[in-house]
């Protein structure tokens, strides 16, 4: 299975966000169903949906005041704007501050869906090559966050080189002479291969890895490949 995208409903009418949240679900979603900007931010703060539907009138402000929060701190989180206002300021509004689609009240859910399904595949497209979603093991290196489930583990430099290899071609035996090129890239002739077996016990044992992290003899290591 690919990975599961969450999306983060706001909308206060109950039958509206029930209606919407039968609509879309699917066994590759995750649905986030909530009625307030308060419930909304503490969401947000904790995860990174792939997608919010985002109601304007909310019972403690208004949504565009979320909007542009969610576009300031993470502009690759695609947001879809309900509203029963269907002036122009309020669209133009909406799209200036970010807004990745806009839908006025009442619609029909199966637009709806197609829309989000249009804003789930830009998503998917979108998302950095710095970040790998593995099952249990989420790594991001341009943040340099790496997770094992819920534990956040710390790698070295070298170690987080040897892991951006291993993950960017998973199935493929890495030979050993490659590797100390590639992540002794200065310097690499005079670094005893020994080196390399140590990085890669230290891995390992990190992330808990000695099923996925395969010893190759005679030539190097591969990173097996999920369901191989």
Not at 91 to 108: H, I, N, Q
Request: glycine share 6%; hydrophobic share 40%.
């Amino acid at each position: 299975m690919g990975k599961i995208q969450q999306i983060i409903i706001v909308e206060d009418d109950k039958d509206l966000n029930t209606g919407l949240c039968k609509a879309l679900k699917d066994e590759s979603r995750s649905i986030v169903s909530l009625s307030t900007l308060r419930e909304a931010r503490e969401q947000i703060g904790l995860t990174q949906p792939a997608l919010v539907i985002l109601d304007i009138n909310l019972p403690d402000g208004n949504g565009l005041e979320l909007l542009k929060e969610i576009k300031t701190k993470d502009p690759r989180i695609s947001v879809i704007m309900l509203s029963a206002n269907d002036t122009d300021s309020d669209v133009v509004k909406g799209l200036d501050l970010g807004a990745d689609d806009y839908v006025t009240k009442p619609f029909s859910l199966s637009v709806l869906r197609a829309r989000v399904n249009t804003q789930l595949r830009k998503h998917e497209a979108a998302r950095s090559p710095e970040e790998f979603d593995l099952g249990r093991y989420r790594f991001d290196f341009e943040r340099m966050i790496f997770m094992v489930g819920d534990e956040e583990i710390t790698l070295s430099k070298t170690e987080q080189k040897l892991l951006k290899m291993f993950v960017s071609n998973p199935g493929i035996t890495l030979g050993r002479a490659e590797l100390l090129d590639r992540i002794w890239s200065e310097g690499s002739d005079f670094v005893d291969e020994n080196a390399l077996s140590v990085v890669v016990k230290r891995l390992r044992d990190k992330l808990d890895a000695k099923d996925l992290i395969k010893t190759v003899y005679g030539l190097g290591y591969m990173w097996v490949k999920e369901n191989a």
